[in-house]
């Protein structure tokens, strides 16, 4: 009998693990856009600037820090 609940119990853990679940780096539109005011606010931009940063800001293109190491174009993958 104990042996059952145990096994049903363990076997609920394992099921739990594989249920689907939002990255833990997920920002909302809302909240990208707020850090992106702030860096516009940061620097002073006004008019055109500050419509460009905004629109830089929220496209997701010209990373300063260029892409990620393993993905496409961003180069090898550091060997371990």
Same mark, same amino acid.
């Given at each position: 009998?104990?042996?059952?609940?145990?096994?049903?119990?363990?076997?609920?853990?394992?099921?739990? =693990? $594989?249920?689907?679940?939002?990255?833990?780096?997920?920002?909302? +539109?809302? @909240? #990208?856009? =707020? $850090?992106?005011?702030?860096?516009?606010?940061?620097?002073?931009? +006004?008019? @055109? #600037?500050? =419509?460009?940063?905004?629109?830089?800001?929220?496209?997701?293109?010209?990373?300063?820090?260029?892409? =990620?190491?393993?993905?496409?174009?961003?180069?090898?993958?550091?060997?371990?």
């Amino acid at each position: 009998m104990h042996r059952t609940i145990a096994i049903a119990g363990v076997l609920s853990l394992f099921s739990l =693990a $594989t249920l689907p679940a939002a990255p833990a780096f997920a920002i909302t +539109a809302k @909240q #990208k856009m =707020a $850090t992106c005011k702030f860096g516009a606010d940061n620097e002073k931009l +006004a008019g @055109q #600037k500050r =419509a460009d940063f905004l629109k830089r800001c929220m496209s997701d293109e010209n990373d300063p820090r260029g892409p =990620a190491v393993g993905t496409p174009g961003g180069g090898p993958a550091p060997k371990s």
